[in-house]
């Protein structure tokens, strides 16, 4: 499901326009991307919960050398499915 689709079904389900829809969707993404700039774990029931994680320097290896290669610690987003949702996958 890509954009376009997401914001057709919302349209239908909510009985909306997809200019509403679509505005509603972006307001939405903006408000969960600014969250996650500023560190904040956003928890939706039934859905999941996104959270931010740092990840600490690492040693890998190039697969096609077999030479290490060092991997620079980062900030990583970090999901982690609901108990509805969990049930409904496994």
Request: glycine share 10%.
């Amino acid at each position: 499901m890509n954009k376009l689709d997401l914001v057709t079904t919302l349209a239908q389900s909510a009985n909306i326009s997809k200019a509403d829809a679509e505005r509603g969707l972006v307001g939405l993404l903006q408000t969960m991307r600014g969250a996650i700039e500023e560190g904040e774990r956003i928890n939706l029931v039934g859905f999941g919960s996104f959270s931010v994680i740092d990840r600490a320097p690492r040693v890998g290896r190039n697969p096609k050398t077999g030479e290490q290669v060092r991997i620079p610690s980062r900030r990583s987003v970090k999901f982690c499915p609901g108990q509805a949702l969990k049930e409904i996958i496994f």
